[in-house]
């Protein structure tokens, strides 16, 4: 089911991790963000865009992760983009021997077989530092940053004032770091870069959970950036997303903090006996 957020912008909504697929109609046809995640979501967002007389003209991936870069027959052979970083990621993934298995491994097993991988990744990187994806449509600009994944990008679409984030800004999910040198300085990094279109944004669209709207962006923003403080001062977090005040069924976040936690408190001990 595709639900309006705003003036030309639909969202359709996975089930299992609640991914939110974007749609933004344009001159010709659509732009489509982050199809998800099984042969049966993808292919009822496809007929949900038929019956619309919507074709499909472009894609776009805002990061690498598995469940960002699937992509279905249904919706058309177009050009999909992603980052030129988030491209030349997933073109070393899938240069190795094997890579379809081991992305296979790391599907949830509830939907590990009716996640189809044949047409997983095939990006086309825009151009390092490209500020618009290149499509007959509203301005979408491209807003990259350092969190969470390699060529990870948000997306703005400017005259409908809907900040596309990727797996940003959660109600569901806490910051989950990428694996950098500086995990936790470059996730604020990435929350100053949206920070910074705050002002912009009417509608705010998470890679997965609640949609928001203007008075919750910087609400978001905050908490985030409070979990990744007490993260990083090895505080623990007074946070929604964890746990006795957790949502029933999402209790393994949990483990993705306790994870995370351990990490920072490592690389704490580590650069401690360097310095």
Avoid at 101 to 115: C, F, H, K, S
Avoid at 118 to 147: K, N, S, Y
Avoid at 148 to 164: F, K, Q, Y
Wanted: charged share 25%; glycine share 12%.
């Amino acid at each position: 089911m595709l639900t309006p957020v705003a003036d030309g912008v639909l969202v359709h909504r996975s089930e299992l991790l609640r991914n939110n697929t974007v749609v933004v109609r344009g001159e010709a046809g659509v732009l489509v963000v982050d199809p998800g995640l099984t042969n049966g979501e993808m292919g009822c967002l496809a007929e949900d865009l038929r019956r619309l007389g919507q074709p499909v003209v472009a894609g776009f991936a805002t990061h690498p992760d598995w469940d960002h870069v699937l992509w279905h027959a249904d919706l058309g052979d177009v050009p999909r983009y992603g980052t030129a970083r988030c491209s030349a990621y997933l073109r070393e993934l899938m240069s190795t021997a094997g890579w379809k298995a081991r992305v296979a491994e790391g599907l949830p097993p509830e939907i590990a077989e009716e996640t189809p991988l044949d047409l997983f990744g095939l990006l086309t990187g825009l151009p390092a530092g490209a500020a618009q994806i290149p499509w007959d449509g509203p301005a979408v600009r491209v807003i990259e940053h350092p969190a969470h994944a390699p060529g990870h990008a948000a997306l703005l679409v400017e005259d409908r004032g809907v900040l596309v984030a990727g797996d940003m800004l959660s109600d569901l999910f806490i910051p989950m770091l990428d694996d950098t040198e500086h995990p936790v300085e470059d996730y604020l990094t990435g929350l100053r870069l949206l920070e910074s279109v705050a002002d912009d944004v009417d509608v705010l669209v998470p890679g997965h959970g609640s949609v928001a709207l203007a008075d919750q962006v910087r609400v978001r923003i905050g908490q985030d950036r409070e979990y990744l403080h007490a993260l990083r001062d090895g505080r623990a977090p007074d946070d929604p997303r964890l746990g006795s005040s957790v949502e029933p069924g999402w209790e393994w976040v949990d483990g993705i903090h306790e994870g995370q936690a351990a990490r920072i408190a490592r690389r704490g001990e580590r650069d401690g006996t360097e310095g």
